[in-house]
Nanobody
């Protein structure tokens, strides 16, 4: 079972990035997928969740209206399109599965579920 994130980088405030998470080793279409981020020295923050069929999505208030999660089950891939980026979006972004219902307020925990290695997003002028 493996999750590999990519697409991070440095961008100016107001810019956009698209993160990609490639999954392997499990039946991707049977799993809800999540994006979680972490600022150095701070805890994990849930960002977004997409259900197995992609029909339902959830977002943290801090990113609602700016970020869009999507998935392609044929490609075993989940995406996070980020627009209108702010300096406070700077973080290491992880994709994860089997984390529990993060969209209901459960705190993310890297000891629960499967996580990728993360991709760094830096928003700075």
């Amino acid at each position: 079972v493996q999750l590999v994130e990519s697409g991070g980088g440095s961008v100016q405030p107001g810019g956009s990035l698209r993160l990609t998470c490639a999954a392997s080793g499990f039946t991707f279409s049977r799993y809800t997928m999540n994006w979680v981020r972490q600022v150095p020295g701070k805890g994990l923050e849930w960002v977004s969740t997409i259900t197995m069929d992609g029909a339902t999505t959830y977002y943290a208030d801090s990113v609602k209206g700016r970020f869009t999660v999507s998935r392609d089950n044929a490609k075993n891939t989940v995406y996070l399109q980020m627009t209108s980026l702010k300096s406070e979006d700077t973080a290491l972004y992880y994709c994860a599965k089997d984390t529990g219902a993060l969209w209901l307020g459960l705190s993310p925990d890297r000891s629960t579920g499967t996580w990728g290695q993360g991709t760094q997003v830096t928003v700075s002028s």
